[in-house]
């Protein structure tokens, strides 16, 4: 390959395929409603907002509530969420991730729906035992509001 | 980068992205409808089971004929297939590679609908010309049933 | 990790995640309608060419107006653009990129639909700046006809 190709890079290749990894982990126990391990995956005072809805839960232990609550909407259906086109850069010890997310729907029959597309923001950190987390999430549902607010 | 965020890889970020290569050449095979360059990405005696349909293809020959008699449903539409949440492992010589697949569709006016959502599981293999093929595929149509099967 | 999965990478794991990166940031600037920016991620001639519309624009300038013309169809909505399947490879000095493109538009109440799927071709080269930058874009929107010319 010529010079003039090599890669620049901001983040190592290892770290970015350790990160998709992670998302993978992550989307397998929220679309299997795996409740318990799903809040595991965030620091203990980790929290998701939705700005949309002015809404922030923090703390794997309100999150774990929330989610019960909100669980019945969710079992007669597959949820998945399809991520792409993320940046990754790091501050300290804070890894930022952003991203896009589809969420699509099958039915009792494996009829599939598009149901939201959102931009997401994670803060991920190493813990102790080796394993990264999200401190901090926010998800912004596309509305052309949400990304290009009027004045 | 701090050193607490070094990546912990078990899989080396070049062969994470050999599999991606691997499945977007696949992908092409399978959508631009080339059996018979698709078959040979699969060993000579692989597989491709749907669990839901309780059926099962063994062997390039054996899938050749399936799909070329399910071809003609497939000519007035341009499918495709779009992967997400890749997890590799491997154990030995064998690579386990599951991810998350939606299908689309369109028609003769290029509209798009939703197909399926699937979960795939699939066993690689290196053969001896150097090249990764699956010795067998695993595809669940996402429907609660399947995804969280009732007692 | 057995010897017989080692990888036989093309490009080197560092690039193809560059490019990937390359791509979440110009999708951003695309579908947040900055198409100041966003010609910036052409070459001063770059080309985008739809050939099923016997199109092509050249150099950011026209680029620009033609973008800007087409605006007022995109303020209401929010466009996504999905990608998959990259393959890449190079040629002395130039990057091909290919790879699959959804398209999603989400309305002012957030209800998404699926627009088109295409299949692209870049040419991307680094300049003086260091930066890849896209010389030539083909996309072809999917329909049978364009995907499998009859005679």
Known sequence: MSQSLQ???RVSADLYVEVMTFYARQMRLLDELDIDRF???FTEDGSVAHP??????RGRADMRVKMGRALPEY??????????????????DELQVT???LVTEADMDGAVRLKTSSA??????REDDGQLRIR???????????VRPRG
């Not at 949309?52 to 839960?57: D, L």
């Not at 079992?75 to 501050?91: G, M």
């Open 75 to 92: 079992v007669d259906v597959v949820t998945r969420h399809w991520f792409d086109h993320f940046l990754l850069d790091h501050d300290g």
């Open 136 to 146: 901090a999430r926010v998800i912004r549902r596309d509305t052309p509001e949400a």
């Open 39 to 41: 809040v595991q995956t």
């Open 99 to 101: 991203y896009y997310s």
């Open 52 to 57: 949309h809805r002015a809404e922030e839960v």
């Open 7 to 9: 890669a620049s890079p």
């Open 120 to 125: 997401v923001e994670d803060v991920l950190v």
